[in-house]
């Protein structure tokens, strides 16, 4: 990718709830992947509720692309490329998404996605301001 990266914000504003179950008209595949990061990004306070389709679309490409490589896996000899195609789209598209919510090593890596934690030394020193 060419350019300055942006800088994803910690948000504090509506963050997402601890806990939330898939939405029902999820697949299988898809559900599966939600319970794997939702958990992630509720902790780092990324995503806000306006952020949720972001998630659902990542998933949803996830498990399309995991429904797709067993249909490939059964489809053995008589393998249609279509099924290739469309599954290498559901990939890039899920990879592309992982990046804008912060699933990849190297959107984690940016210091925006450290997780703070009360009690930190950046939260101490805001205490001791008189604001």
């Given at each position: 990718?060419?350019?300055?990266?942006?800088?994803?914000?910690?948000?504090?504003?509506?963050?997402?709830?601890?806990?939330?179950?898939?939405?029902?008209w999820?697949?299988?595949e898809?559900r599966?992947?939600?319970?794997r990061?939702?958990p992630?990004?509720?902790?780092?306070r990324?995503?806000?509720?306006?952020?949720?389709?972001s998630?659902?679309?990542?998933?949803?490409?996830?498990?399309?692309s995991?429904?797709?490589?067993?249909?490939?896996?059964?489809?053995?000899?008589?393998?249609?490329?279509?099924?290739?195609?469309?599954?290498?789209?559901s990939?890039?598209?899920?990879?592309?998404?992982?990046?804008?919510?912060?699933?990849t090593?190297?959107?984690?890596?940016?210091?925006?996605?450290?997780?703070?934690?009360e009690?930190?030394?950046?939260?101490?020193?805001?205490?001791?301001?008189?604001?």
């Amino acid at each position: 990718m060419r350019g300055v990266k942006p800088h994803l914000v910690v948000s504090n504003e509506n963050p997402l709830p601890a806990a939330s179950s898939a939405p029902d008209w999820m697949s299988v595949e898809a559900r599966e992947e939600w319970d794997r990061v939702y958990p992630i990004v509720a902790v780092r306070r990324v995503l806000t509720a306006a952020d949720m389709a972001s998630l659902e679309n990542y998933c949803t490409a996830v498990g399309r692309s995991r429904q797709l490589e067993r249909a490939i896996q059964r489809a053995g000899d008589d393998l249609d490329l279509k099924m290739i195609r469309m599954q290498d789209k559901s990939m890039s598209t899920a990879r592309q998404l992982a990046v804008e919510i912060g699933l990849t090593p190297s959107a984690r890596s940016r210091s925006t996605f450290r997780e703070q934690e009360e009690g930190s030394v950046q939260n101490d020193l805001f205490s001791q301001l008189d604001l």
